[in-house]
């Protein structure tokens, strides 16, 4: 009972220090700069590239964990309600920020800056096969990963640029700057992307995975076959399996975050190799404190590119 007695006095203190640092963290709040939140690790990313230092950047969904089950916690909808400019993704996997904004939160969403496509609801599918897909209700379920062309990143940036611009006019032309390097980077991206892939010996890529990359290959012109498509769950290898063998394929990719059992069993079975593909959705906590961005992870592809279409 002494014992007790003496941990109490402890255990209030430690309580003391631990509602000392939250409200400590609440006071580094910086009013000098915007507050924008985002959902998503392209949207931090974009915002850090065009906002520079004249933003204080929340991070909705943390490095390393899964995006497609996020629900915000109630002091993530304060900072949303609060924030000078809240950024998300939008569509059916974000349709909990409808429920949180109002005419009074400045929101962005990245689906609104682009042409959104159809994603299919085949199992084994190829590019040809999957456009103007609809469900059976006659309705289009849409292709979230918008930001996976460096064109389509462009094009959110220059939404992006105009929104900071309203919100903080003092500093518009640094915004507008920012915006012009960035864009600059996107568009050499965007050439090496199209220079790799005119350069092939084939242009057909084999995702042993889920399939986030449609915008990617529509725009590159590439063929693909792929286990599932969107985020869905998986389903049987062997017409993968045929694919690669008829076509000679030398690699099949897998999506990060992947437990890549399904491209195991493929190289094991045809003797090609697997190699990683970025949908840039989020970033390992250790890619996140190294800085990698969005660029970081495309010249990432563009390498397997050269392994996988060479």
Partial sequence: MKKVKRLIPLILCLCIVFSGCA???EEEKDS?????????????????????DRAQIKLLIKPGAEVHSYEPAPKEVIAIQESDLFVCNGGESEAWVESLVGEDVNVLRMMDCVETVA?????????EDERDHEHDDGEDELDEH????????????YALCDKLCEA???????????YEVYNAKLMELDIEIRTTVLNGA??????ADRFPMRYFTREYGLKYYAAYPGCSSQTEPSALIDHVREENIPAVLYMEFSNEKMADVICEDTGCKKLPFY???????????DGVTYIDLMRMNIDTLKEALY
């Fill in 119 to 127: 994603e299919s609801g085949e199992g084994i599918y190829a590019a």
């Fill in 32 to 52: 000098s700069k915007l507050q924008i939140v985002c959902t998503n690790f392209p949207a931090y990313d974009f915002v850090r590239e065009i906002a520079g």
């Fill in 23 to 25: 409200a400590r963290e």
């Fill in 279 to 289: 949908s840039a959705h989020n970033v390992t906590a250790q890619q996140f404190k």
């Fill in 146 to 157: 918008v930001w996976t062309t460096p064109g389509n990143a462009a094009k959110i940036c």
């Fill in 168 to 178: 903080d006019s003092e500093n518009a032309n640094e915004y507008m700057l920012n």
């Fill in 202 to 207: 084939r242009d057909t890529l084999v995702f």
